[in-house]
């Protein structure tokens, strides 16, 4: 009978193991969240809470660079205040930051904006009581099999691949590196010059929903950082504008008013001088957007906690400041320029001019020069241009991503 | 009937019958006369949440006596039913003590007329029960149409309720228990507890099987020791359950809900299997509910009554209804059949016996749903039956006569086809949500529409993908086979004889055939077909 049960015993444990694997296989904890874990204890200074607002604009290399700082970016797809009072939480078992900067957009959403997106937190291979909290306040318990990845995806049999991949990848991958981005994620793609107008126009989503519920959680994330001996800051950093069906939550909060209460120092990121360059849609910033808002959060950490800033990296960031793009062609000949607005700077440019499939392989062309590029596409379709630009004075590369296209009515 | 919900009236009563709704998804119950949208929260037993409520009321049951363990199931059984609303609960209290009460006079009565009474009271209300939460608006439904039929155009209002977990099953419970308790078969159960725990046991609650008290009730005293065998078997029958459940049944009912829903839309092959896919996903679908409820119960040492035995390898209708759901066919012979074949028995028995056969079945019609379609569903079999005792003897005379060089086995595969059609034709009123849907169903099949052209033959507009075909067609097959060496050999036993390496083997693919190619994920696992009853 005892040899009976340690067979059981046994049999459970391989079966828990590989309902594991697949559960990591199948895991949407994003990249941020999954480093966070790989961070030795106690190490940050800094870090930058929110949604994709937060993570996609602020970069820690910039504001590290400058700074001298240990920061990182920690947040999910459309998350709001009560999913970043649940990081908070997590994010307090490892690290004791000494500043909290949380993006404001979060604070405009009466709801998560897609629920599903609360996994990329929770999936981060951790089991605790505070994801699960957070679970349900999201899905009743009749779904709680949604905590476990392998349960909640229904993998398309049809199309195997991206699942198959996904497991070989958790399988084969050094578990032990850190994305050297820190939790931030670029938007390489720069809105096209129609959407940018579209989204000037577009007037705001009116909402039906009410934030009020979401006031507790911020109350709670506020006093958690007080009785943490954490600075809070809210930063903001102003959309050009929220539309749309998928924006039905937004519902935007007075931050100021808030702030002013609660003796929180607000850091406003000035968007008066972006231009198209500087956007990837009407919500977020592109990798321009990024770099100019990373060095003014830079400065302005710098004036609220006394640190020093290194002056020439703020002057060879700052340089990453350009006034206009433009790509304009006759027939299948096509010219890109890129105008920096200080022209004394000495910019090095690489382009790959690229076919916007999937894979981005079936027509390349690499091409060195100048702010300015003349080349030609071989036949009608979309396309993209990839530049990469360096500051020879600096060791930051920005990429960034011009779509195009090259119409067959162009060749009649 | 009209749009005035008296839910939202002030009266006591209706806020009572006002069930939760929690959310606007549609109801996915079966219950097709309910005419509210809405979902319960209840734990169906296909459910991950199902699973982890088993393992703790398993853990808490071990480590308890043995003599209050019934006492743990009772409660555990009470909080699986107010999980779903605590309403429900309610229901089942009320009707628990009033069908205990009527049952203890009827045992004390000593006079026979007294016992009758108490007999028919008792009766009288546990049906009252059910024809409120499940009948009262289609009776007010079919009130409407006769009017409108004589000329009267007249809308009542409609109660908006939800029908009471599993109030069809237990119904059926205390009129057996009742029936057998003036019968003399049983004395009645002078513990309160134990009755209660015998309609409320939780694996059978919502959709079975109908037990018999005297059955069920002893098991809650003296539960079969602990082995670990059963053990093991038990755990098998669950997870080969949620395979039948969750791998081919739901995926069979994205491809009959399709065609079903909109019937207009397909032409007569896609129709056609549509209709057989039916037939397949109702018989897996609710033998994969037996199987994890028979697997629950015997880890408590309880044992539940088989359910199903390979119906369509039935010959007949009848020897149909000795294979489909046994429970319920073994009530209707013994409590509606078998007394009307008493009470006829000085009439012309020639005349009667068919008649019984389509009344017991117009019951069952009934019972499984308060709709047209489930009555014209019933008397399809009542009248099938009543045939084949009709036609027997001349069946017999030509059989002789004309199977000459026939081999038997030729002969049996005729009948179980000719069976199997029959059934099938049948299933066509029990999924149609109205009867203009069968008629549009049989229409289709009947004129064969749109048989010549390719596009009737597209079977990728079903809502399956080819992959979900390959894994269909692979997943029959395997449950084929397994049920076919199941039936001679317990596999959930034997199986534990084989070799280690063997049987690990065959478990873990068995545990994760459900976690992969189980149809379920980014939507919960539909609710069973027989929990709408």
Redo the contacts between chains.
Sequence with gaps: ?KK??I??TV?AI??CF??GL?NSAASMANQGWKDFYKLPRNTLDIVYMGNSHNYQTFQPQIVDDLLSTNSYVLGTSGENIVVSYFELKELLKYQKPKAVLLETFTLDFADVIVPVFIYQFIDANRLDFNRLKLQLKYY??????NY?P?????????NPKSFTEGFKSYLFQSNDEIDPKRGFITNYLVITPDKYQEAQIKPSTASNYSNEKNLVYLDKFVTLCKENDIELFFSVVPPLSVSGEAFKYYVPFDYQSYASEKNIEVLRVDTSNFIDLDYYDATHVSIFGSVLSSVQIAEKISEQMGLAIDEKKLKDYRAYTFSEYSISNSGNSFSFSILPIDQKVPFEYQYFIKRSTADNEDYSSNQEGSNRILFEVPSPGEYIIEAKIRNLESDYVLTGIFPFAYMEEENK | MSGEFLCQSSSVLNKLACFSIRDENDVKFYDKDIPIKGRVFSMQLSTFIFLIFLLIVFLIHSLLPKKVRWVWLLIASYLFCLYADWRFGIVLLIDTIISYFMGMLIFKAEQRKKKKAYLLSGILLALSFLFAFKYFNFSINVFEDILRVIGIQKDFPAFKWLLPLGLSFYTFQIISYLLDIYNGVIQAEKNIGKYALYLAFFPKLISGPIERADHLIEQFSNPKPFEYQRFVAALLRIFWGFFKKLVIADRLGVLVGTVFNNPTDFYAPQTIVAVLSFSLQIYIDFSAYCDIAIGAASLFGIDLVENFNMPYLAQSVTEFWRRWHISLTNWLRDYIFIPLNFAARRKNAKIWLPINIVIVFLVSGIWHGANYTFIIWGLLHGIYQALEGITQKWRKKLDKRFSHGISGFVRKTIEVLITFLLVCFAWIFFRANNIHVAATVIGRIVTLSGSLHAVAWDMSVLGLTPADYVILIAAIMIFTVFEIINQKHNLFFRSQSWLLPVRWLVYLILIFAVILFGYFGTFTASDFIYAGF
């Design positions: 009978m009976k049960w067979q059981f049999f391989i079966a590989l309902f697949l009743p318990l009749d779904e709680l099999y476990f392998i349960l909640r995806l229904r993998i398309d049999w049809n």
